[in-house]
């Protein structure tokens, strides 16, 4: 089978339908079971019935993010494991973000469409693993309430509104997602896609059972077809979700699959506690499995990149998906 590299580098092929895989995608109807927006990095997610689709992601999701003060880099579960216990909540009503801890006698509130001139300071460049994004300082009593409880020196940044930071690796072509892929502070792409039955199949290989929330996806969705395999969603290339109005095909928006996502060490954040597991699971076991991708064979994957071709649509729980185009994902660079 030739394999076909767009601009980005990654590859490409047709899947032809096998034996194995019978399914006809015109009449397979996926739908979102699930949808999570994390405004601080690496925080706790908040749970969205709805949320409006931006050109970095849901609404509000990895807006801000946790430096080091003295080394300017961004911190993590992989750093801080007891971030898994800060709980987020967003007040649309009030426009407040609150960030909250049992351990933590008083809550961070903050305003959650932060004015430059009035609510924002300096602006830091931070790194995100290959390329480098743009923050203003949310201010000192933010920086002392998360210092307090990380037991680090914090800077909490907010995604600069004058800077873009375009997505570099993966990129489909102009012709299929006219949508120029950008995030703000998630690791790559602004969309992480998990699928029900992939986490039903992941969790038969372990002892203890994860749910979504261990992978941090922004959209899960499910399907009721028995013969839909595990996984399914790694052939997918393009995905449409069916608009408000289904007899108005019009109303109906894309979405483009770009690549597997490999998992690292965050995986072994006990989310309840906020430490790391000392048996490395489920990490471990993944990588007997789960190392499924040709071009990066050391990695093991699990879930979706994904990139919206158009903005300020909605996306909602129960909405229909249907898969359009299938390919052969293939890692060619890290993610």
Known sequence: MSLAADESGAQYAPRPQSSEHKTDDALTKWRVSA??????????????????????????????????????????????????????TIDEDSNVLELSADSMAT??????????????????????????????????????????????????????????????????SKEVCPTAPQSGFADLFPFHITTDSSLNDVNKHLTRPLTHKTFRPNI?????????????????????????????????????????????????????TGTMVPDREPYVSLLKFRCVDAGQPKFSCFGMQATPQTVGQNIRVGQEMYVRERGVHLLTEPL
């Open 35 to 88: 949808l999570y927006t994390y405004p601080v990095k690496s925080c706790q997610p908040a749970v969205l019935q709805e949320s409006s689709i931006t050109e970095t992601g849901l609404a509000y999701d990895r807006l801000w993010v946790l430096t080091d003060k003295r080394l300017g880099r961004f911190v993590t579960q992989r750093q801080v494991p007891k971030l898994a216990l800060v709980k987020v």
């Open 107 to 172: 809550t961070l509130r903050l305003p959650l469409h932060p004015q430059p001139e009035k609510d924002l300071g300096e602006r830091f460049k931070v790194r995100i693993w290959y390329e480098d994004a743009y923050g203003r300082c949310c201010g000192e009593h933010a920086n002392s309430w998360l210092s307090e409880f990380t037991g680090k020196p914090i800077r909490l940044l907010y995604k600069d509104a004058d800077t873009q930071r375009l997505v570099s690796r993966y990129v489909p």
């Open 220 to 272: 899960v969705l499910t399907t009721d077809s028995p013969i839909v395999p595990p996984y399914d969603e790694e052939t997918w290339r393009r995905i449409e979700f069916v608009g408000d109005n289904s007899s108005n095909a019009d109303l109906n928006w894309s979405m483009f699959i770009t690549s597997r996502t490999p998992r690292c060490s965050m995986l072994n954040v006990d989310m309840n």
